[in-house]
């Protein structure tokens, strides 16, 4: 059975991914790979990765350029069959567009289009210091609103937004949310964390686990206690 989580394979070790992805696949989640595994190994690695089976792929590369580039690279992406790709939504409306109607090209078997909104390491102070002022509330609620009005499939969110972003942008949009903690797991740099089953609970559709499988002493049985956690929140 598929569990909604994807795990984290934030390595350039490519035994280590793939003991990774392994694990995830077994407790029949996804693998997410993002820009440190793909800039080492590039689209063959990740190819090797998935060619294993089953196990969707979120391809986090944050894409954030000109519209004309950013279309480029998604065409390019879809090569992988992505089951989830992503955008900065600062990117701003044509380059959305244009990154929604790349995805398009790929029909029926289109992967999910999801945006950053601002990144969770970024908090008032950052975000005055390069010049936009205001609460970061504020701004994640106003690109998770351009995000929906070009027509993409969902945001990354952090679990504190989870609430407030599902009030606002309803029942269909994906969210897609990182930094969460099975009860007891070590917090590391996440700061505000909720477990699995609480994210699932408050509105997440799917999320994102990296240290809590890749540091605990056995991943393959903290994986499935992960997926577990799941299964009886959506029950
Ligand atoms: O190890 P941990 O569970 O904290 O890993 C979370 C994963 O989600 C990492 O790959 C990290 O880059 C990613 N992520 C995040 N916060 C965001 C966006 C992505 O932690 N806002």
């Known amino acids: 059975m598929r569990s909604p989580f994807f795990c984290a394979i934030d390595t350039t070790d490519p035994d280590r991914a793939a003991s990774l992805a392994e694990v995830a696949a077994a407790a029949g989640g996804g693998i997410k790979i993002g820009k440190e595994f793909f800039t080492r190994h590039g689209p063959e690695g990740v190819r090797r990765l998935c060619s294993g ?31 989830i790709l992503n955008v900065h939504a600062a990117g701003g409306r044509a380059m959305l567009n244009a990154a929604r109607e790349a995805v398009e090209t790929a029909g029926a078997d289109r992967p999910k289009l999801i945006a950053v909104t601002v990144l969770t390491s970024l908090d008032a102070d950052d975000l005055s210091e390069i010049g936009l002022a205001g609460p970061v509330e504020t701004r994640t609620l106003a690109l998770a609103r ?43 740099d996440q700061k505000r964390v909720m477990t699995p089953g609480e994210a699932l609970r408050a509105g997440a559709d799917h999320l994102v686990v990296g240290r809590p499988i890749s540091a605990a002493e056995d991943p393959a049985a903290a994986a499935r206690a992960i997926a577990a956690e799941l299964a009886e929140a959506a029950a």
Not at 53 to 82: C, M, Q, S, W, Y
Request: overall charge neutral.
């Open 53 to 83: 089976g089953e196990a969707p792929l979120f391809l986090d590369l944050k894409f954030h350029d000109i519209p004309n580039t950013v279309a480029g690279a998604v065409r390019a992406a879809l090569a992988l069959a992505p089951a």
């Open 146 to 188: 351009l995000t929906r009005a070009c027509g993409l499939d969902g945001v990354v969110c952090s679990p504190r937004e989870i609430a407030p972003l599902r009030a606002a942008l309803g029942p269909d949009f994906l969210l897609v949310v990182p930094g969460v903690r099975p009860a007891g797991a070590a917090l590391g």
